[in-house]
Structures are given as structure tokens and as C-alpha cells.
């Protein structure tokens, strides 16, 4: 259940920040870069940001 929903906050931040920067500005970029870095990083550590901050705001377990 948690990792579905941290693919789903990821995947819209991703979805988000592209649309801000065709429409609004192409700095916007830098967050989708920050966004598949943290996924790259999760990838390879096994920690994600995203579901230390749900198990403490909503106590979600796996």
C-alpha cells in the first residue's frame, strides 16, 4: 500500500513539475531532476524520504 502510494506522489510530482515548466518556466526542471534522483537513490539504498515521511504523518505500515 505505501509504496503504491510513494509511485503516485512521485509520478505526479514528475507530471506537475513538467507542465509548470512548458507553461510557466523551464527551471521547473531542476524538481523533476530532484524528483528521479531521490527514485534512482531509493533504488539503490533502499530509503525513501517519501515513506519515512507517511509512516510518521499517517501511520502507514507496509
Request: charged share 15%; with cysteine.
Amino acid at each position: 500500500m505505501k509504496n503504491r502510494i510513494v509511485r503516485g506522489i512521485a509520478g505526479s510530482f514528475i507530471l506537475i513539475s513538467l507542465l509548470l515548466a512548458i507553461y510557466v518556466d523551464l527551471n521547473w526542471l531542476w524538481f523533476t531532476a530532484f524528483v528521479g534522483a531521490n527514485l534512482l537513490q531509493s533504488s539503490l539504498t533502499k530509503w525513501c524520504l517519501m515513506d519515512d515521511i507517511l509512516t510518521k504523518i499517517f501511520k502507514i505500515k507496509n
